[in-house]
């Protein structure tokens, strides 16, 4: 749980939401050639849809790697 709370750190000072980068950085990975986010409702499409399209800088991903939150290998989106 530590680990979740670092990672949950470094989204709030990068003012990125953590379902945003579990998303894409699902669909950064070479391996996964698709992904679809199950919905139930409208309401939860439309906000994959924003989670998809928010972005989220390098640094961001960096400072994850820096912090050993993410491996130094892993891809990330561009």
Wanted: hydrophobic share 50%; glycine share 2%.
């Amino acid at each position: 749980m530590e680990e979740v709370r670092k990672i949950e750190q470094v989204c709030a000072d990068h003012d990125v939401p953590l379902a945003a980068a579990a998303l894409q950085i699902v669909v950064a990975h070479p391996a996964i050639p698709s992904f679809i986010a199950g919905t139930r409702t409208v309401e939860q499409l439309e906000r994959n849809l924003t989670w998809f399209s928010h972005p989220i800088p390098a640094d961001f991903w960096a400072e994850l790697k820096e912090m050993k939150l993410l491996r130094e290998e892993a891809p990330v989106p561009a």
